[in-house]
């Protein structure tokens, strides 16, 4: 037996007696992972920590056991085209994160050899990384911080089975089933076998319990909005008539710049829902000097949820046109109804500007809030109003930070309608851009009992070379998973990697 000695807990010791009980039910390998003072989710920084008991029913020889924190992506796109040929369903799966425990071999019984009927007990602890390795994002990026992009860490997503601990009712995240990334903790018991003169390793048991992971996130700069854009409108301009069939009373403009993030916490809190506040400056340029501002009569705000995935590395950001014509993308879209506001205070808070030379001499804060005249403005007088707009959160839903990474992304959009009481004038709206980011969640972590620094030597350990280990041909899958996938033997190890190939009917991926 190993040399190490360990004193075990009551509750090591109750989780064991439970492993004996349960292995007269059966000849396999039983293996239990229990995860220490779990949370709901984890977040930067944050341990990890628990143990891993093993009991087997029979003596049972083994090379190595291995206890590995792993990130997964999974998606798949739909192909419907006239050629049968091109059509089907073509899927990738992506492991962008693989951490080992080594200090399990410490533990190791010295014969390898796992007694019948007797436990064995493993502690690990794992550091969720700020960030993944280069050689994760191995393709081809065209455009500029696209591979700065697809090395953080993205969220836990598409995760439909994982239920809300408040309610108990399943976390509703938006994404559809062609997406999907998930953590957790996977735990191989492994033997070494020789095929055809080759090592291979062979798997006796294994086992994962999956965690929610949700990245600290910084806000990104604003996007770049050409004035055609057809997914974004920050500007519109509009004729207000005096009636239906009547002459031009004046016209409306309506412009607004990207609000600032959404700043969410990685386990929320019902009491102080994520929020932020976007400014809308209105401008009427009217007719005819005797023409004032129309009623306003309502503010609506909502939000809209756009997942895009491919079944291939993208080398851009993904855009909406360009993934409908790609038969390898795919985008799914949902939007939320966020509030609706009586505008009728407005009216009072229209401010009057001779002309554009009384503006400029204005103070500077103001003039750099005021829209630029409509192509009907002729000179003269002018309204100016602006409208703030809370945008909140809400709390029925399981929001993910935006993020971009080799397969998946999560973008939102903010639509303000504004309606006018003016006989078929309608509404007038904007679409802009809002990027949810995610705060580190301060002193309620345990994580912050050891200093900064610390952490971040820990977390730099896990990413060494050493402690970095690839993905086998088994856990990345095969366009043909009816064949028993091959094991793998040190020298074909890899980085990990994607896997791209399309599916038979009836197949699946083999995905974690």
Known sequence: MSSTIRNISEDEAANMESLRKLSGFGQKVIIDIKINNPRPTYTTLDRIEGIVSILAPMDTNFDEIDIEFVGTSRTYVERLTAAAAVSGRSEAFHQFLKLQDKSV????????????????SFPFVFV????????????TCKAAGVREAHLQLPPTFGDHDREDPTDGKVLDD???????????????????????????????A??????????????????????????????????????VLHAKAGTMVMEAIQPPAIRMRSRGDPEKPAMSNAKIMLRYDPADKHSLPPFLTDLSTKLKVCTFFASTARSTFPDKKKALQDPSQGVHSDQLNLSTRKMSNVASKWTTYESEADAVRGSASSTSCIPAASKD????????????????????KAFVPSFHSCLISRMYQVKFELGIQNKGFGTMDLKLPIQISCAEDGDWSPRRGSTVDDIEAEVDGFFDPRTMHIPDEAFIGHSDIRRPSPPVTPRDELPPSYSFFPVASGQTVPAY
Do not use: W
């Not at 969720?128 to 393709?139: D, N």
């Not at 002729?378 to 029925?396: C, D, M, R, Y």
């Open 105 to 120: 071999q410490d533990l190791y019984p010295e014969d390898r050899i796992l007694r019948a009927g007797k436990p064995y």
């Open 128 to 139: 969720v990384p700020q960030h993944l390795l280069p050689k994760i994002c191995g393709h």
């Open 174 to 204: 938006l994404v559809p089933e062609m997406a999907s990334t998930r953590y957790g903790v996977h735990v191989r018991v492994c033997k070494a076998k020789l095929v055809d003169e080759e090592i291979t390793r062979r798997n006796i």
């Open 206 to 243: 294994n086992k994962a319990r999956r965690v929610r992971v949700i990245p600290a996130t910084e806000e990104q700069p604003p996007l770049d909005i050409d004035s055609d854009d057809k997914e974004y409108s920050i500007r519109r301009e509009k004729v207000v008539r005096k009636g």
């Open 377 to 396: 403005y002729k000179g003269g007088k002018f309204f100016v109003a602006q409208i703030e707009a809370p945008i909140s959160l809400p709390t029925n």
